[in-house]
């Protein structure tokens, strides 16, 4: 498709507009599916959205001073949500503006990005009438999608690696225009990472990728003038991330640079075959096959390219799956990078000389439609399930709690008979109870929960939450993690249910049908837990972790 500079303003407006118009429209389809109870990190950047704008319109100034902080210190910046506050002011704080601005301002720029430059690539000399077919691949790819409608705006960190990835491509590996090349990757890298640090790992991966295909060629070639200019770009672009980084965010960097990143988040990675399986459960078999295909024409037509993203998209999973199995989120990067082959594949397809374009762009539409409908709609999946390989196998179904009544009662029992000074613990840690999902139901909780450990690596049993006068434990017992990553829940969990040990101390009072067939219990404490019972308890406890001592009760 061939578009003339006079027209080329006009096409694009067009196409974001309608593209934000369709975005904006799933998105609303969603969140109306939805129960409006946001937890942990589905609730984390929409809470500091709404904090965010409420902060901006009452005091610019002390929004912008504690901007320059959440830069420098925060794991969770706010600094992503800088470019969706005109949302917040014009929209209010729905989730429907949180997550239209994301899509708005994050997603459907970095699909049409990495949409284009994948077909650009793709296609021959030859004009192709492909576009269409790969531009409603990029915008339904559910990759892009699954993290956004849960509330992560993690997508804005593709917007940076596209980016990173074009002033890579364009400048043949930092060869042409070695400084100015490398000042904009530097740059576009420094940027990722900054709006989510995790994206170092990516930004690790498409540097290697691209290290290794441009010595390949240098070697092969030996070329010596480009190994000067590529190690004169590489510098520029380390000296761009290096200088940004210790200018504005030297304490963060600090505290990463002095933490075990495998040891703290040990419970949340399993094994690699697990991790493959993960991954390969976000895309559904139809995408898979196209991906594939579109690997091995990149190859016979040396479309590097696409091999460059492929190699980068499997050196970060590589490298980042050494500290933790890549959620929803993690996985953007990966996919990503997976695209330019998938549109290869399109446009191989699309533009055969003996098939007809328009039949075939609207089977791509087809195709991705159904993907799209069967991996977040429950009424799509449904319908869609005797032909269940065009959608992904790990669904994004909207969030819903069975017998929501059943909650608000166990809200209700808690907050009249919570006095001005008692707490109450949790002993779950899921998508169907914790204490993060009752306080988000209602705030007026949260001045009386008493913190549980979640995850063992990262928390540790917290034994004060053995002195609150209630707590609440299921069965069976409400996990997120691996087997054996969460035994500072279940453990306790298991002792209140059996009255053995801690459990005791506690009465049961109160019994609730929760969702998914999980019972939970309301308990009191009718008498101070002993420190024999803990250190029963923590005896259990240094059978998995040798090195957690009995405290002093």
């Known amino acids: 498709m061939q578009v003339s500079k006079n027209n080329a303003l006009g096409f694009w407006t067009e196409t974001y507009i309608y593209s934000v118009m369709l975005g904006i429209a799933i998105s609303a389809a969603y969140i109306v599916l939805e129960e409006p109870v946001y937890y942990w990190d589905y609730a984390a950047y929409f809470n500091a959205f709404n904090q965010q704008g409420a902060l901006l319109v009452e005091s610019p100034f002390n929004w912008l001073s504690q901007l320059g902080t959440s830069i420098a210190t925060q ?23 949180f997550v239209a601005g994301i899509v708005s301002v994050y997603l459907v720029p970095a699909a049409l990005f990495i949409g284009r430059i ?4 793709a296609v021959s000399e030859a004009p192709s009438r492909s576009w269409p077919a790969v531009c409603i691949a990029a915008l339904l790819y559910t990759p892009f999608w699954a993290p956004t409608l849960r509330g992560l705006p993690d997508i804005a960190g593709c917007l940076a690696l596209t980016a990173a990835t ?35 790992y990516a930004a690790i991966g498409v540097a290697l990728s691209a290290a290794f295909l441009d010595l390949l060629r240098i070697a092969r070639d030996r070329d010596v003038p480009a190994l000067r200019a590529a190690v004169a770009g590489g510098l520029c672009a380390i000296f761009v991330v290096a200088a940004t980084t210790l200018n504005f965010q030297l304490p963060l960097l600090a505290r990463i640079l002095g933490t075990s990143y495998g040891d703290l988040y040990s419970g949340y990675k399993t094994t690699f075959v697990t991790q493959l399986g993960e991954m390969g459960n976000r895309l ?4 898979w096959l196209l991906i594939i295909a579109g690997l091995y024409i990149s190859i016979v037509r040396r479309n590097r390219f696409s091999l460059f993203c492929a190699i980068a998209s499997v050196l970060t999973f590589l490298i980042f799956t050494r500290t933790q199995d890549p959620d929803r989120h993690h996985s953007l990067p990966m996919f990503l990078w997976l695209f330019p082959a998938y549109a290869q594949a399109i446009v191989a397809i699309v533009s055969a000389p003996a098939l007809k374009s328009r039949g075939w762009t609207a089977g791509v539409a087809v195709a991705a439609g159904f993907a799209f409908l069967g991996t977040f709609f429950p009424a799509g999946r449904q319908l869609l399930s005797p032909v269940d390989f065009v959608f992904a196998r790990q669904a994004t179904l909207p969030l819903h709690l069975d017998n929501l009544p059943e909650y608000r009662r166990l809200i209700d029992d808690l907050t009249t008979r919570l006095g001005p000074e008692d707490r109450f613990s949790v002993f779950a840690s899921g998508a169907v109870l914790s204490d993060a999902l009752l306080f988000e139901m209602d705030r007026d909780l949260v001045p009386h929960i008493g913190w549980i450990c979640q995850v063992d690596s990262r928390d540790r049993f917290r034994p004060d939450a053995l002195k609150s006068r209630f707590v609440i434990a299921t069965d069976p017992p409400v996990t997120h993690l691996r087997p054996g990553a969460q035994i500072c829940v279940t453990l306790p969990n298991q002792y209140i249910i059996d009255g053995q040990g801690i459990g005791a101390a506690y009465k049961r009072i109160a019994r609730y049908q929760l969702s998914g067939g999980v019972t939970g219990y309301l308990y009191e404490q009718m008498r101070p837990v002993t420190q024999q ?21």
Do not use: C, Q
Request: hydrophobic share 45%; aromatic share 20%.
């Open 75 to 97: 794991d969770y910046g706010v600094a992503i949500l800088v470019p969706l506050m005109p949302f917040h002011i014009a929209f209010g704080g729905s989730r429907l503006s």
């Open 118 to 121: 994948s077909y650009l690539e």
């Open 166 to 200: 074009y002033f890579l491509w364009k400048s043949k590996f930092l060869t042409r225009e070695p400084v100015v090349s490398g000042i904009s990757v530097g740059a576009s890298l420094w940027l990722a990472f900054m709006l989510r640090r995790w994206h170092a």
């Open 284 to 287: 559904s078999y139809v995408n």
């Open 533 to 553: 019972e803990i250190g029963a308890l923590y005896g259990e406890f240094r059978k998995e972790y040798p090195d957690w001592t009995t405290p002093v009760w």
